[in-house]
C-alpha cells in the first residue's frame, strides 16, 4: 500500500522561544529549526510498515517555503521514497492545510496517512482530524500501535482513562503520539542517497484553494513569569511553609 | 447569541471539566446548550441538566455514540450546528478528537485550548509549550473552539435546564471500537485533583512509585508522572503530564526527580504553589518552583510521608 506522511519544519524542541519585543509573533530567526518530533515518529511508523512488506511506497510532504525541503531530505534519508513540497510563504491555518493535502491525498490515492497528533510550534492538533473529515476517511488519533488487519487497521489510541483501541476501515487516517516508537537516526550513506531521490517543488496557487486565513493572529506575548522561590533546608521546614505560608496543605 | 457545548462523560457520570467549559462558554455569553452524545447514560443526563447557565440540554443516546467515535459524533455536532454561533468542546482527548472534524465539516478553522476569552470572537491560547502567549481572532461566521479547563472557572450545578431528546441517529460505518484498557485508580483525577504529586526519571522504576502513594493518601492527592518516567515503562501514560499529556493547574504540585524540561512545564507552571524535590540544585525546575528542597527523593519521601 502507498503511505503518505506529511512532515512539518519546526523551532527544534529544545530552544526556549523568544517573543518579539512589538508583540507581533514570536522570533524565529536564527533559531534551530527540525522536524516536528510527532512527524519523525510518523516517518518511522512509515517505514516500518514498508520493511514489514505491508507498505510499498512512502511519500513525504510538506507545505512552505524552501527551508522546509531540508526537513523532506531528512524524511528521504530516514526512508521516504519521494517528496513533495508545496511552496507558500503564507503560514497556513490547519484547515488550508487539510485542505491543499486533500489535494494530494486524491490524486495519490494512498491507503494510509500518518501525520503527528500536533505540531510542538502551533500546538493546534488539528490537521488529522480535519484531513479525515475532508476524504471522508475514519481516523485513528494519538496512535500508540498500528496494525493493518486486511481491509482494516487496528489503532491503539492514548486516551484520557488509558487506552482505547478502534478499528478503522482503509483508506484511514491515523496521528501518531509519543508512544508509537523510537524514531531512528539516519546514517550518512542514506543521508546521501537521500539527495538523489525526487522531489518536487509545486505551488500552492496550483491547486486552486481559496488559501485565504481563517485567523488572525492579534499578539503575541510573553506568559507571566513565576516569582522565584525559595530553597528550604529540611522537610521539617517544608511542611512548615506548606501549611502556615502557603496554606495549601492543613 | 446561542453557544453549543459538547459535554464531556464516560456514559456514567459528567467529567467536572464540562463545568468549566460552560463557565468558558458563560465568559463568551449567549443562551448555553449542552449537548450530551452517548448510550444508557441517564445519570449524565440528569447531572447536564444541573448545571449552571444552561438552559436546554439536547440528548442523544444511541449505541453508535457509545466510545464517542469522532465520525459518528462529528457527524452529529455537524448538523445541529446550523441553530449556533459558537461551539464548545473540552480540550481532553474526545473533543480533541472530534472536534476539528466538526471544524472542516462545517468549513471553518478551530480555536484550539484557549485559556481566556476576549470577546465574541477573540481569544487567548497558548502555543510553544505555553512558552508564548497568542490572541487570536476568528474570521469565520462559527466559532469552533476547545477550551483548557485551567484557565476557567467552574459553574455551580443547582440548576435545572430542560431536556430534549433527539432521534437523529449518525452513524459513518466507517470505524468501530474493539476495545478499552482504561487505568483503575481510586484516587482523584488528575485533571481535576486539588494536590498532584508527580514522579520523574529520578524514581528510577515503577516499582518506586509506591514511595508517593502514602503521600497522595495524606493529602487526596492525584499521582502524574513525566515523559522520562512514562517511556521508561515506570507508569501508564495517561499519568503523562506535559505538553502532550495532561495539563494541570492544581493548588499544589510536588515535582519529585523531575528535572523540569520545557515540556513538562507546559503541563503544570500555572499551579499555585510549585514544590521541587530534586538532588541537582540546578535542576530547571526549580526556576519555577515556590519551595524546593534539595535532597535525594529517598530520604526526603519516606520523611514527608511521616511529617503530614
Not at chain 1, 494510509?112 to 500536533?118: D, P, R, S
Not at chain 2, 440548576?159 to 459513518?172: F, H, P, S, W
Not at chain 2, 485508580?185 to 504529586?197: K, T, W
Not at chain 2, 500555572?270 to 524546593?292: C, H, L, T
Amino acid at each position: 500500500m502507498k503511505v503518505l506522511v506529511p512532515i512539518k519544519r519546526v523551532i527544534d524542541y529544545n530552544v526556549k522561544v523568544r517573543v518579539k519585543p512589538d508583540h507581533s509573533d514570536v522570533d524565529l530567526a536564527n533559531t534551530k529549526m527540525a522536524i516536528n518530533p510527532f512527524c519523525e515518529i510518523a516517518v518511522e511508523e512509515a517505514v516500518r510498515l514498508k520493511e514489514a512488506g505491508i507498505a510499498t511506497e512512502i511519500i513525504a510532504i510538506s507545505i512552505g517555503n524552501k527551508s522546509c525541503q531540508e526537513q523532506l531530505r531528512t524524511a528521504l534519508a530516514l526512508g521516504a521514497d519521494r517528496a513533495i513540497q508545496i511552496e507558500t510563504d503564507e503560514s497556513l491555518d490547519a484547515l488550508n492545510i487539510a485542505k491543499l493535502l486533500q489535494k494530494v491525498v486524491d490524486e495519490e490515492q494512498p491507503q494510509l496517512v500518518i501525520l503527528g497528533k500536533q505540531s510542538i510550534d502551533s500546538d493546534n492538533n488539528q490537521t488529522g482530524q480535519m484531513l479525515a473529515a475532508l476524504t471522508g476517511m475514519p481516523q485513528g488519533t494519538f496512535a500508540s500501535v498500528v496494525k493493518i488487519e486486511g481491509e482494516k487497521v487496528n489503532v491503539t489510541r492514548e486516551v484520557d482513562g488509558g487506552l482505547q483501541t478502534v478499528a478503522l476501515n482503509l483508506p484511514a487516517i491515523v496521528t501518531t503520539d509519543l508512544r508509537l516508537n523510537e524514531p531512528r537516526y539516519a546514517s550518512l550513506p542514506n543521508i546521501m542517497k537521500a539527495k538523489r531521490k525526487p522531489l518536487v517543488v509545486r505551488p500552492a496557487a496550483d491547486f486552486g484553494i481559496d488559501l485565504t486565513a481563517r485567523t488572525k493572529l492579534l499578539k503575541v506575548t510573553p506568559p507571566a513569569e513565576r516569582q522565584a522561590g525559595i530553597v528550604v533546608e529540611s522537610i521539617d521546614e517544608l511542611v512548615e511553609k506548606l501549611k502556615n505560608e502557603a496554606k495549601v496543605i492543613s | 447569541m446561542s453557544i453549543l457545548v459538547i459535554a464531556e462523560h464516560d456514559n456514567s457520570s459528567l467529567k467536572a471539566e464540562t463545568l468549566k467549559t460552560v463557565g468558558a462558554a458563560q465568559k463568551i455569553g449567549g443562551d448555553i446548550t449542552l449537548l450530551v452524545t452517548g448510550f444508557n447514560c441517564q445519570n449524565v443526563v440528569d447531572a447536564a441538566s444541573k448545571v449552571n447557565g444552561v438552559s436546554k440540554v439536547l440528548v442523544a443516546d444511541n449505541a453508535v455514540y457509545e466510545h464517542q467515535l469522532a465520525e459518528n459524533v462529528s457527524l452529529l455536532v455537524t448538523e445541529l450546528a446550523a441553530d449556533y454561533e459558537h461551539i464548545l468542546a473540552t480540550a481532553l482527548t474526545t473533543g480533541k478528537n472530534f472536534m476539528p472534524r466538526v471544524a472542516a465539516l462545517l468549513d471553518v478553522a478551530q480555536i484550539s485550548d484557549i485559556i481566556d476569552v476576549e470577546s465574541s470572537d477573540t481569544f487567548v491560547r497558548p502555543i510553544y509549550a505555553g512558552n508564548a502567549i497568542a490572541t487570536v481572532q476568528s474570521l469565520d461566521s462559527k466559532k469552533v473552539i476547545t477550551v483548557r479547563t485551567t484557565g476557567f472557572d467552574a459553574v455551580a450545578t443547582d440548576g435545572n435546564a430542560e431536556i430534549v431528546n433527539l432521534d437523529t441517529v449518525k452513524d459513518a460505518g466507517i470505524s468501530s471500537h474493539v476495545s478499552d484498557e482504561l487505568t483503575v485508580s481510586a484516587r482523584p483525577d488528575l485533571g481535576a485533583a486539588s494536590v498532584v504529586i508527580s514522579g520523574g526519571r529520578g524514581m528510577q522504576n515503577g516499582d518506586n512509585f509506591k514511595l508517593l502513594d502514602g503521600i497522595a493518601d495524606k493529602l487526596g492527592a492525584a499521582i502524574g508522572a513525566s515523559r522520562a518516567a512514562v517511556d521508561a515503562g515506570f507508569v501508564p501514560n495517561d499519568m503523562q503530564v506535559g505538553q502532550t499529556g495532561k495539563i494541570v493547574a492544581p493548588d499544589l504540585y510536588i515535582a519529585v526527580g523531575i528535572s523540569g524540561a520545557i515540556q513538562h512545564l507546559a503541563g503544570m507552571k500555572d499551579s499555585k504553589v510549585i514544590v521541587a524535590i530534586n538532588k541537582d540544585p540546578e535542576a530547571p525546575i526549580f526556576q519555577v518552583a515556590d519551595y524546593g528542597i534539595v535532597a535525594d527523593l529517598f530520604d526526603a519521601l519516606p520523611e514527608l510521608e511521616s511529617k503530614l
